[in-house]
């Protein structure tokens, strides 16, 4: 112990000693969940629940963070504990609101209270030292960029660009800007000598290089803010009672409201004007989204309405960033925060609503640890601090729609599109009949006939393909044999497009090789590629339209930072024709001009051997056959499956979300299946399957030992080979545990969670959105 630590020590032994309760660090936990330090007399004014702290920790110093401050402790005596040593410098303080929510995750996903807190804060070493001023270039305030392109018919192809460079980034330094826009430095200095750009001063992200979020956040929403998004629009009448219904929810203390409204029907004004009732009431409010890909997007309509008072929290920001936009909500300097998942722990002072855009989407779902789902924190946090919390969907969830036809959420519904515009027509085409007839193609003859009259007149096409690379497997037609990854127990994914060429690729582990000549196995030359993903999707396209513009928006192309944006920017201004993706297309993006929809195959998610299936299926076609005839010309939707008659193909076709329901919560009925259950999964992994196994048998009789102690509430099922068998070299075993209520199944997967086995981990995974 350094000696001011021991004099700061000796001092509380003459005062009442004051204890704090830290979380460290460190890959261990404690009974009561913490450990217990004494608050040095000089470090009393700066510790408070959620400060960052140096403690002792064995040998070691480590970081920690206090979770509770008391005058006793049941750890040990004051001469049996130790100081905490120092603030932690450059780190960030968690509000006590935000405590209270770690400490509620590590009951509700059994996780260690130390991780759910490094799953809110930002990088806890961050720099805080100061930072220079960086020049970047913006468009004039409140100049629309496509007035201004009208307005200069003899504008220079090199100022033209800077001009749409602007528009989609918001902000650049010079030097991004000139490469952005294919232009020397000169002209763009020369372009703010004439006033079509303007220079400013900001102070750049922690680490962030020349990305400066804050005023690229502005810069966006004022530039796609000038195509509609964000602009003030009249309510329908239907619009108005959602309204007075999200209102009297605010104005009565919280809880929670599912909105239900077909795609188009103009959810997204209802959330900007209960935002603004927040922010007249001296709240703040955050706006989740379930992807990335739809940041841009939704930070526009926000920004237009408040302005710079809006932060951004995701995933892809850099830490440095993220420390920027954290403290900036922190400080109140903001009114919103629109993010991904991990902005439902955005450090407001005053939260008053909580927005969460497309509930029902998988990706709130964290697949790591903490493995939290961020559509129930933003309930909790919602309970916490008195918040409102809308859940909005045209395809809710059948946990939060039993819940709302229960009493326990207010249902709102808005059945219709904004100026009762139609919903599109849905055609389902039986692909077998497309085969017996001679079509071998991936595009059915009505879709192709779909987009060339779309094309002709002037109309955009979106084609979802919830698959990646250009053939499923690769395969050899002389003796069999499936290329397959070797660590995994999967077929390998053929490439066409990769950057190294044509190879096969794990989409689990990564693992990359070339695609084989000859069969390895008999030495054979005709291999074959099977199946279709987006590649595959992107060639025929090109080649049965080749004047159309085509792009393609997968994982494989979004990886540079920016791209989700380019991408869809080029598809809204309409610079592509025909756009192909994954579900990262289908969820709530507006195009006007889309007036054609296509599903390549809606059997993709229907055949996983998971009880979601079905419920997938529906959301995804009706979801992005939502994005047809959202302008003032219809749309048509082509669904194409082998499997026309599954009543998740019908229900989707007919626009029917109540069937669906009903076809589908009897099914859940019939097999225990949540809602009608609460239910929790344990995942076992190791190089050795015989050690697998074994640890997963322990588990599963430490489960049933205390489900028999709990007198048969809960009910464990395994264990099994998970139906994903090995990824990374590590064969995968599972369990799954049902029971009536969260506390139970917790109770149960912790039981079995305490059982150890050399060389196997366990991962639970409370409420799982899958379990392949």
């Not at 005596?77 to 960030?92: C, E, M, R, T, Y």
């Not at 000598?193 to 400066?212: C, F, N």
């Not at 309510?235 to 605010?250: G, H, I, K, N, S």
Request: hydrophobic share 40%; aromatic share 6%.
């Amino acid at each position: 112990m350094s000696e001011t630590a021991l004099r700061g020590h000796e001092q509380c032994c003459e005062q009442s000693p004051v204890y704090a309760h830290v979380v460290v660090d460190v890959p261990v936990s404690s009974s009561q969940g913490h450990f217990d330090y004494v608050v040095p007399p000089e470090l009393a004014a700066e510790v408070a629940v959620g400060s960052p702290v140096i403690v002792p920790f064995g040998p070691r110093r480590v970081q920690g963070f206090v979770v509770g401050i008391s005058d006793r402790s049941e750890a040990g005596s004051f001469h049996d504990l130790k100081p905490i040593q120092a603030v932690a410098p450059g780190a960030v303080k968690v509000p006590p609101d935000l405590v209270e929510l770690a400490r509620w995750m590590s009951r509700r996903y059994l996780c260690l209270m130390v991780d759910a807190i490094k799953a809110m804060a930002p990088s806890w070493q961050a720099s805080q030292a100061r930072r220079a001023r960086l020049a970047v270039y913006t468009l004039p305030d409140g100049a629309d960029p496509e007035e201004l392109l009208r307005q200069s018919p003899g504008l220079s192809a090199a100022r033209a660009r800077l001009i749409r460079a602007l528009a989609t980034a918001g902000q650049l330094p010079l030097a991004e800007l000139a490469r952005e826009a294919s232009c020397s430095p000169s002209t763009v200095r020369a372009a703010e000598r004439d006033g079509l750009i303007v220079k400013e001063y900001v102070t750049p992200p922690s680490g962030a290089g020349s990305s400066v979020p804050e005023g690229s956040l502005y810069g966006i929403g004022r530039g796609l803010g000038g195509r509609g998004l964000g602009d003030r629009v009249s309510l329908t009448p239907a619009q108005a009672d959602a309204l007075r219904a999200v209102e009297a929810a605010m104005d009565s203390g919280g809880g929670v409201v599912l909105l239900h409204g077909v795609t188009g029907s103009g959810k997204t004004e209802i959330y900007l004007r209960a935002l603004e009732r927040a922010a007249a009431q001296g709240k703040q409010g955050i706006f989740l989204v379930p992807d990335i890909a739809l940041t841009p997007q939704m930070l526009a309509a926000v920004s237009r309405r408040f302005g710079r008072r809006v932060a951004v929290l995701h995933s892809a920001l850099a830490g440095g960033q993220r420390m920027d936009q954290w403290e900036r909500a922190l400080r109140g300097e903001v009114d919103v925060v629109v993010g991904a998942r991990s902005a439902v722990f955005a450090p407001l002072p005053n939260l008053g609503l909580i927005v969460v855009d497309e509930e029902h989407d998988s990706s709130y779902k964290q697949d790591e640890n903490p493995r939290y789902s961020a559509r129930d924190v933003a309930i909790e946090r919602g309970r916490i601090t008195g918040a409102t919390v809308v859940l909005g969907s045209a395809t809710p969830s059948l946990e939060s729609y039993s819940r709302a036809a229960g009493g326990a959420y207010r249902l709102v519904q808005l059945p219709y599109r904004v100026n009762r515009r139609p919903l599109p027509p849905v055609r389902v085409v039986d692909m077998r009949a497309e085969l017996k007839s001679g079509n071998r193609s991936v595009l059915s003859r009505l879709l192709k006939a779909r987009i060339e009259e779309g094309l002709t007149n002037g109309k955009q096409a979106l084609l979802l393909m919830n698959r990646r690379g250009f053939s499923t497997f690769v395969l050899c037609r002389d003796c069999g044999y499936v290329s397959a990854c070797p660590s995994c127990d999967v077929s390998l994914t053929y490439h066409a497009r990769a950057r190294a060429g044509q190879e096969m690729m794990c989409h689990h582990c990564g693992h990359v090789e070339p695609v084989p000549r000859v069969c390895p196995e008999c030495g054979g030359e005709r291999i074959k590629f099977f199946g279709v993903g987006t590649e595959r999707v992107e060639e025929e396209v090109r080649a049965a339209f080749p004047g159309a513009s085509t792009a393609r928006m997968d994982v494989d192309t979004t990886r540079r930072r920016g791209a989700h944006a380019e991408i869809l920017g080029a598809f809204r201004d309409g610079r592509t024709d025909i756009l192909i993706g994954t579900q990262m297309i289908a969820k709530g993006l507006d195009f006007p001009n889309v007036t054609t929809v296509g599903v390549i195959s809606a059997d993709t998610s229907m055949n996983l051997p998971d009880f979601r299936a079905a419920e997938r299926t529906f959301q995804l076609i009706s979801q992005v056959a939502g994005r047809a005839g959202r302008g003032p010309d219809p749309g048509c939707v082509v669904v194409q499956t082998y499997n026309p008659e599954h009543y998740s193909v019908v229900a989707a076709a007919r626009h029917d979300y109540r069937a669906f329901y009903e076809a589908e919560i009897a099914s859940r009925v019939q097999h225990g299946y949540p809602p009608l259950r609460r239910l929790g999964r344990l995942l076992f992994r190791g190089e050795d399957e015989d050690r697998v196994a074994a640890a997963a048998g322990l588990a599963a009789a430490a489960c049933r030992d205390h489900q028999y102690s709990l007198q048969g509430i809960a009910e464990v099922k395994g264990p099994a080979g998970a139906p994903i068998a090995r990824i990374a070299g590590k064969f995968r075993w599972h369990l799954l545990v049902f029971a009536d209520s969260d506390d139970v199944v917790a109770a149960v997967c912790a039981a079995g969670c305490a059982v150890s086995h050399q060389g196997v981990t366990i991962a639970v995974d409370i409420d799982p959105y899958s379990v392949l």
